[in-house]
């Protein structure tokens, strides 16, 4: 049995860490849209298969080659120090050819009011990869919403893409949201 933690409020089994499991990858030839993602207590990979099922999408999670520890407070410290020098967690390189999607799903929690370091660290490396298609954004937070997520996507994508609305939650309601949550996919459906 998996020993439950807490961060601030959201419950987490500190095992989405990639420091010991598999990351998703589930790719196919056929499909449009793709949802990238990273997790570090589960919250985010929920909303992730919900939306996955629901918008019957390519799925591939970001993984670190250090992950971060399943300690809430040792990963702020970490996140923090990463942030404040801009030195971004190393990803593990095998993110897929996105040449066949045209809307690409970015899944993230929110750390400090931005997009948690593993997402930046992928739009630094790949955001000119999204050149010409739609992005979207959805995120869980602490209470603070989406932060800058916004503005970190008009900055490190190229002009022609196109950034579509995000949708944040608070962690802990993202069970409790799931109506709102599916509105917004809705809108989102190809």
């Given at each position: 049995m998996r020993k439950i933690t807490m961060g601030r409020g959201a419950v987490s089994d500190g095992m989405d860490t990639n420091a010991t499991e598999q990351r998703t990858r589930e790719l196919s030839n056929?499909?449009?849209t793709l949802i990238i993602y990273f997790s570090r207590s589960g919250n985010n990979e929920k909303?992730?298969?919900?939306?996955a099922q629901k918008l019957e999408t390519d799925v591939y999670e970001l993984g670190v080659k250090n992950p971060y520890p399943s300690d809430y407070f040792a990963?702020?410290?970490?996140?923090t120090e990463e942030r404040e020098s801009n030195d971004w967690?190393?990803?593990i390189e095998d993110v897929p050819n996105l040449d066949q999607y045209d809307l690409i799903l970015l899944a993230h929690p929110i750390w400090a009011m931005t997009p948690a370091n593993p997402m930046r660290s992928f739009?630094?490396?790949h955001g000119s990869e999204l050149e010409g298609k739609e992005i979207a954004s959805f995120s869980t937070n602490d209470g603070y919403g989406s932060g800058d997520t916004q503005q970190?996507?008009?900055?490190?994508?190229p002009g022609n893409t196109t950034i579509l609305n995000n949708y944040s939650v608070r962690d802990?309601?993202?069970e409790s949201s799931r109506n709102e949550f599916s509105k917004w996919l809705s809108q989102l459906k190809r």
């Open positions: 056929d499909k449009h909303q992730v298969r919900f939306a990963t702020v410290q970490r996140a967690p190393e990803l739009l630094e490396e970190v996507l008009r900055v490190l994508t802990t309601q993202a």
